[in-house]
Every structure is written in C-alpha cells, then in structure tokens.
C-alpha cells in the first residue's frame, strides 16, 4: 500500500517542482525588467526624458527613483524578503499606472506592461513560494 500512495504522489510532485520553477522564470524576468528600468534611470536618463516629460516627472527624479526601483527589484529577488519586495514593486508599478491614467492614456503601452509585471511578480510569488500559496490556495 505505500508503494502506491509514493506513485500516486510523484505526478504532484513533479507538478509541483513544474510550478516552483515557472515562478522562478517569471520572478526572474520581473527582476530583470526592474534592474533594466533601474540601470536606466540612474546611467541614462536622457534616454527616458520624453517619457519623463510626458508624465510630468523632472529629471532630477531618476537618481531618487532608480535606487528605489533597484531596491524593490533586489527585496523581490531575496527569498526571505520576496514578498515586502513584491508588495513595494506593486506599489511601484501602480504608481506608474496612476501617472499615465492622469495624462489620459489609459491602455497605453506602459500601463500595459506595468499591469502584466505586477501580474507577473504575484504569479512568480505564488508560485515560488509555499507561504504564499497557504494563504491563497487558488491551485496546486
């Protein structure tokens, strides 16, 4: 009988395993997406200045908001600090929602994309994370 109960375990171990590491990929591609924006903000400004003054943000802005951004992006990538590092990355990328709903550009690439790296941060979390799926027993 536990011969059987070992067979019967393995598939969900195995999908288990399947899941840990497709929410280490996506954590993976939201931290790089963040050092990325990070490195940006704070070795090439220039480079998002339009952005910038579209949304109304100085210059000036990106050497206090780049080490903030690198900072969520190294919090979420730390096991043991993941989730206050998601739920700073969260409010980043809200904050960066907010500020293109305000200049009217809802649905806007930007928004988009902050919208799918917040999904995406949670999604990894959850899936890379036994506590987190404890609280919210959704799958696995």
């Known amino acids: ?36 924006d990070g490195t940006v ?11 910038l003054q579209e949304t ?4 000036e802005l990106t ?7 690198l900072a969520c992006a190294i919090l979420y990538a730390i096991p043991a600090t993941a989730v206050l590092g ?3 990355v969260t409010g980043f990328l ?7 709903v305000r200049i009217g550009e809802l649905g806007s690439p930007p928004e ?7 999904a995406m941060t949670w999604g990894g979390l959850y899936l890379r994370d036994p506590r987190i ?3 919210l027993p959704l799958i696995l």
Request: glycine fraction near 8%; proline fraction near 5%; hydrophobic fraction near 60%.
């Open 41 to 51: 903000q704070l070795f090439a400004p220039a480079r998002i200045a339009s952005i």
């Open 112 to 118: 988009v994309i902050s919208l799918l790296l917040g």
């Open 56 to 59: 109304g943000f100085a210059m």
């Open 94 to 100: 809200g904050g960066a929602i907010c500020a293109h």
């Open 86 to 88: 998601a739920i700073l």
């Open 1 to 36: 009988m536990p011969e059987t109960m070992n067979l019967h375990q393995a598939p969900e171990t195995i999908t288990l395993q399947r899941a840990v590491w497709a929410g280490r990929i996506m954590s993976a591609f939201v931290v790089i997406a963040l050092v990325a």
């Open 133 to 135: 799926r404890a609280i």
């Open 63 to 69: 050497r206090v908001v780049g080490p903030i951004i």
